[in-house]
């Protein structure tokens, strides 16, 4: 994106705004901004800002495929993005590309965010439903099988606080690895906070706040969230090691 452009762009939206003039001339201003994610989507230039939270944004950003980490929020934004069997489909092919492992299978609905994919490993059969959040600035790891309920967000940093010199949003971030375990549900919008380990089997409840690791066969809810009961087999069924 021509930084240029976007700056002229910009003033020219400030003065409409502070003239009240937007309302005769809104639609010409949405055809400017089409022309410059349709410059973006056929030469694949962005301009990345500078990162003023020292959360080493801009750099992922470099890191990741870039390219493909905007065309498929900017699908997810199109009337095609509810035409679910083909929308899941062509998710699933930039999530092999984008992602550093995308299993077999994957679902994934439509408005799931995420940093740059390249720390996010899905297992096969993953189920990530809408408006899911993956924070990726850490390794985050999803076993086969487990669905993730719509609303969830997953964390992977927290923030460093302890540093009086500066303002707190640029204390800087402090990364830690959450693992999610195979054949286990997380429910409408729940939060993982980072560095949290969730077993295999495992159920967590709605709205919860997970703080603290989950053992394995465990249902666990509340804010924070605590074990509630272990999931026992069926009877008739053999313990197993997550498999499906």
């Known amino acids: 994106m021509n930084q240029d452009a976007e700056t002229q762009l910009l003033a020219e939206f400030e003065e409409l705004v502070r003239t009240d003039r937007l309302p005769e001339q809104g639609s010409q201003f949405f055809g400017s901004v089409s022309k410059l994610a349709d410059d973006l989507l056929s030469n694949g230039r962005f301009e990345l800002p500078t990162d003023p939270f020292r959360g080493r944004d801009r750099e992922m950003a470099l890191e990741s495929d870039l390219y493909y980490v905007i065309f498929w929020r900017m699908f997810d934004r199109t009337p095609a993005a509810m035409l679910q069997d083909f929308a899941i489909k062509l998710r699933r092919i930039l999530a092999r590309r984008v992602f550093k492992r995308c299993g077999e299978d994957v679902v994934i609905h439509h408005n799931v965010l995420f940093n740059s994919g390249r720390n996010i490993e899905l297992g096969d059969g993953v189920f990530l439903n809408r408006d899911v959040m993956l924070d990726d600035r850490a390794a985050l790891t999803i076993g086969d099988h487990t669905m993730i309920a719509a609303g969830v967000v997953i964390e992977t940093h927290s923030h460093a606080y302890d540093d009086f010199s500066v303002p707190l949003p640029h204390g800087g971030r402090i990364p830690a690895p959450v693992h999610i375990g195979s054949n286990t ?12 380990n969730i077993g295999n089997r495992c159920i967590v409840a709605a709205n919860s706040v997970v703080t603290k690791d989950v053992p394995d066969q465990t249902i666990a809810g509340g804010v924070p ?7 026992t087999p069926r009877a008739g069924n053999s313990e197993h090691d997550g498999s499906p």
């Not at 549900?185 to 949290?196: F, I, N, Q, S």
């Not at 969230?225 to 999931?231: G, M, P």
């Open 225 to 231: 969230a605590r074990v509630i009961k272990t999931i």
């Open 185 to 196: 549900l997380l429910g409408y919008k729940v939060a993982v906070m980072a560095g949290v």
